[in-house]
């Protein structure tokens, strides 16, 4: 097995594991509100989760930025928090065809909250490269590989909603609000148990 593809996987493999549940409950909370339809406005916001996080986990992997790894968890947490909470406050766009104003600001969320993540995926990656000599290649393949799972996440996350929705009859806003305050919960519970607190 190639370098690349140990780290291609390794990526996936992170992101998608349920020992680190606090990416996926974002992705989750990130596209809450979404249904299959709108897959490609879904797109374009995980690109500017993407974008963020791919900025910090280099900038951090490269050992240009330092931030203390609590820290990041907590803040990591937090960041699944203010989404949930956004949810709840979102206003589903108007389908008539008129011309209106793109609203930015969730993807602007996006983007800055995953500056935020990026520095938690850079905590395991640099864990993992202490014996390679270049982290160039390892680090671009471990970000395809977070890419991959985030794709997954999402198609599987939009497949589901759909399901529900279509099969029990639920409006796709109840379930928004339930998934947000399901998550939400959780995240409490995670936020409770910090290690920034003990």
Request: glycine share 6%; charged share 15%.
């Amino acid at each position: 097995m190639s370098e690349l593809t140990t780290y291609l996987q390794l990526g996936f493999k992170h992101i998608t594991d349920l020992k680190g549940v606090d990416h996926i409950l974002f992705i989750l909370a990130l596209c809450a509100i979404y249904n299959m339809s709108e897959w490609r406005k879904v797109g374009l916001l995980v690109t500017a989760f993407t974008i963020g996080h791919s900025l910090t986990l280099a900038l951090a992997t490269f050992k240009i930025v330092r931030v203390n790894n609590n820290l990041v968890e907590f803040l990591i947490l937090v960041t699944i928090f203010v989404t949930c909470i956004f949810n709840f406050f979102y206003k589903i766009p108007s389908r008539k065809p008129l011309k209106q104003k793109t609203d930015y600001s969730r993807y602007y969320m996006a983007l800055f909250f995953g500056l935020i993540h990026g520095l938690g995926f850079s905590n395991y990656l640099r864990s993992l490269l202490s014996k390679e000599e270049s982290i160039v290649k390892p680090l671009f393949a471990f970000n395809i590989g977070l890419e991959g799972g985030q794709i997954v996440i999402v198609g599987v996350s939009l497949l589901v909603s759909a399901l529900i929705v279509r099969i029990f009859k639920v409006s796709h806003h109840d379930l928004k609000l339930a998934l947000s305050g399901f998550i939400a919960g959780i995240t409490l519970f995670l936020l409770k148990d910090s290690a920034i607190f003990s």
